[in-house]
């Protein structure tokens, strides 16, 4: 059974940082995609940053240069480091698993608030 769990969100202030962590078991991590999504209140759901078992990363246009996305296959963990946080980067933060030949698998979420 592959589980899917966010942790690290929470409050901060405009400028400020927050680090993500999400935890997989149940797949060969190493194998597996990574990538991290958020949903605002009343919009879509939308990639922030990936990362594929290779290394490879793609980030969102508005988060260039402030988020940071790395995986630690040993501990078969992903985390997004959020630098210089903003208003707009208020939503909640899913940790989604591409598991290959199989699906994906989404966390539960975790909510980041940006405020003053």
């Known amino acids: 059974q592959v589980q899917v769990v966010e942790s690290g969100g929470g409050l901060a202030q405009p400028g400020g940082s927050l680090r993500l962590s999400c935890t997989v078991s149940g797949t060969i991590f190493r194998a597996n995609a990574m990538g991290w999504y958020r949903q605002a209140p009343g919009k879509e759901r939308e990639l922030v940053a990936d990362?594929?078992?290779?290394?490879?990363?793609n980030y969102a246009d508005s988060v260039k240069g402030r988020f940071t996305i790395s995986r630690d296959n040993a501990k078969s963990t992903v985390a997004l480091q959020m630098n210089n946080l903003k208003p707009e980067d208020t939503a909640v933060y899913y940790c989604?698993?591409?598991?290959?030949?199989?699906?994906?698998?989404w966390g539960q979420g975790t909510q980041v608030i940006v405020s003053s």
């Open positions: 990362l594929t078992s290779g290394g490879i990363t």
């Open positions: 989604k698993a591409r598991v290959p030949f199989r699906d994906d698998y």
